[in-house]
């Protein structure tokens, strides 16, 4: 019998889906040697987890600017049903003449958390299982999904500072 699943997906970022930074300013680039390192440090995971899924950088010989953009990949399971997937967007454009040395830089942070219980196909099958699915879910797990999303709140935060602190932007402050 072919297997199915029971999917929940949640967005890391809430309310907002993105979090972004704009940057102005010498030398945008360099924060491209600086995400993966910094995402092993705050979300402790190993380098095995952070993919490189597209970079590209255009040299156009009329253009004075070079324009880049990449996007890297963070993706761990956490415990046998949970998986966050968190993504780093960059887009921007540095000059070609050292003599105006200012760019413009966007970063995007979004990420998803799902939770995966496998089911099977057949209809007795999904009579039974899925309702004790989300009695299993809401009664036990969903505290431990409330946990996870929480963490990785605040290490999303922690990031977003880390990177405002290496481009020299001012810390946005807290209410709370």
């Known amino acids: 019998m072919a297997k199915g699943r029971f999917q929940i997906i949640d967005d890391l970022n809430v309310p907002k889906e993105v979090k972004s930074i704009n940057y102005f300013g010498p030398d945008p ?13 705050i979300f402790q995971v190993r380098g095995t987890h952070i993919n490189e899924e597209d970079f590209r950088w255009d ?30 967007r960059v887009f921007g454009h ?26 099977d196909n057949d209809p007795i099958s999904r009579a039974f299982f899925v309702p004790f699915l989300w009695l299993y879910h809401y009664a036990l797990y969903n505290n431990v999904r409330r946990k996870y999303l929480q963490m990785y709140a605040a290490r999303i935060e922690r990031f977003m500072n880390e990177l405002r602190s290496i481009l020299g932007i001012m810390q946005k402050p807290r209410l709370t």
């Open 29 to 41: 680039f360099r924060i491209y040697s600086r995400i993966p390192p910094l995402l092993q440090i």
């Open 59 to 88: 040299l156009f010989k009329d253009s004075d600017t070079m324009n880049f953009y990449f996007r890297i990949r963070l993706e761990r399971a956490l415990d046998r049903f949970t998986t966050p997937v968190l993504q780093v």
């Open 94 to 119: 540095q000059p070609k003449d050292p003599a105006s040395p200012n760019g413009r830089m966007l970063i995007e942070v979004l990420g998803t958390m799902r939770t995966t219980y496998p089911v």
